[in-house]
């Protein structure tokens, strides 16, 4: 058996130029596009720390910003270097399919807020009942209503069923 060192060689130069060049398109795009998150971040954490956010959910949105965009450069720099995406972008469907449904209460007491405040059945100052409580709205927020109680309690109500429940409007 002998060895065609030149089979070889041209075999290696052959692979290095085609996939070569999709790797080193790749590793530059990483490495250009991490930079780019990365001062991307930065200016969302210069903003989030001018505006009166809570301390935990600036963490929060500066996390989730920061890995998103960090998914996505590395699944481009993959499809980049020839690996195939499709199953990448499958797993991630599922995973926001997933956290959909977890949040599916909140995303209904978001949709409830955003029905109070276009559809006005009540204002704050109102006295109403609703959900089997009674008392004087002191805020409508986006994702709950508070009122008080005659006998000065606060109650936290969602507004997702505060929105498609049965509602009396003493003040109207």
Known sequence: MTIDFEQILQDITELTTTHGLKL?????TLWIGWKLVNFACKGLR????KTDFDEALET???????M???????????GIAGFPTTSFVAVLGAAGLAVG????????NFAGGVLILILKPFKVG???????????VRSIQIFNTVIN?????????PNGPVATGSLINYSA
Request: with cysteine; net charge positive.
């Open 24 to 28: 080193l398109s790749a590793l530059v």
């Open 46 to 49: 210069k903003w989030l720390d």
């Open 60 to 66: 929060f949105i500066h996390s989730l910003v920061s």
């Open 68 to 78: 998103g965009l960090k998914v996505i450069l590395i699944i481009t720099c993959a």
């Open 101 to 108: 449904m977890a949040l599916s209460g909140t995303l209904q």
């Open 126 to 136: 109102d006295f109403i009942e609703t959900q089997g409580h009674s008392g004087k």
């Open 149 to 157: 109680t005659g006998d000065n309690k606060r109650i936290i109500l």
